[in-house]
């Protein structure tokens, strides 16, 4: 089993919709979460970072963090075209620079 | 915005070719990491730099791979002999000195080994 699991997709919606993006993890020791966007034959780009539990909230973004269920969501608003990327979720422990990747869910919004 | 900075984009070469990969940070990260990724899987380390030192190549294929980044600043990436398993994205990523920074990604060079 994966430290970081990410169901790969695709998951394909219409505009407008609420998209809820997840991952599970096993490793307790993970403090920091971050989600990135990747654009195809783009680099990831860094969208939300955030520590421990709780909600964080930016624009049409909005990151949740579970520790007790080890388990972590991105739900996107209003969800447009320019959206459709593949969302990779990042997270690490406090003792170490280094970022565990899951395989990224690849999101379709289509008009 | 600063960004981080890859060259080249793209590359096809014949397997047991050499390659080479440039990166240049952002100005001011101390922290500069090289990802390899496989198509439909996320990112993976295979080498990190603090400055000019090596801290972690623990995931390097050392018998074919090498990096270096003399000055601390940029960095190349060499593959001698690339293998036909060797095709994926190599990513660049740094950051600043703070330790709880989040890294930032170049665009990447997209590697076909023929």
């Known amino acids: 089993q994966k430290e970081v699991e990410q169901d790969p997709g695709p998951l394909s919606v219409p505009e407008g919709a609420i998209v809820s993006l997840n991952c599970t993890y096993s490793?307790?020791?993970?403090?920091?979460f971050m989600w990135y966007r990747q654009y195809s034959r783009k680099g990831p780009e860094l969208l939300m970072y955030?520590?421990?539990?709780g909600n964080k909230e930016d624009g049409r973004f909005t990151a949740q963090v579970d520790k007790s269920s080890k388990y972590i969501s991105l739900f996107i608003r209003d969800s447009q075209p320019s959206d459709s990327a593949t969302y990779l979720c990042?997270?690490?422990?406090?003792?170490?620079?280094?970022?565990?990747f899951g395989r990224g869910t690849s999101l379709i919004v289509h008009p | 915005e600063a960004e981080v900075a890859q060259s080249p984009r793209y590359k096809i070469t014949e397997k047991s070719q050499a390659v080479a990969f440039w990166c240049d940070p952002i100005?001011?990260?101390?922290?500069l990491y090289w990802y390899r990724q496989i198509l439909g899987q996320g990112p993976e380390l295979l080498v990190q730099?603090?400055?000019?030192?090596?801290?972690?190549d623990s995931q390097l294929p050392k018998d074919r791979f090498s990096a270096e980044r003399l000055k601390g600043v940029d960095s190349t990436l060499k593959i001698q002999p690339a293998e036909l398993g060797d095709s994926a994205m190599y990513l660049c990523?740094?950051?600043?000195?703070?330790?709880?920074?989040?890294?930032?990604f170049g665009n990447g060079t997209r590697l076909t080994v023929t």
């Open positions: 990523a740094s950051s600043p000195p703070a330790a709880n920074s989040p890294l930032h």
């Open positions: 490793n307790s020791a993970f403090q920091y």
């Open positions: 730099f603090q400055d000019e030192s090596v801290v972690d």
């Open positions: 100005s001011g990260h101390a922290t």
């Open positions: 990042a997270m690490r422990s406090g003792g170490s620079y280094i970022p565990t």
């Open positions: 955030t520590y421990s539990s």
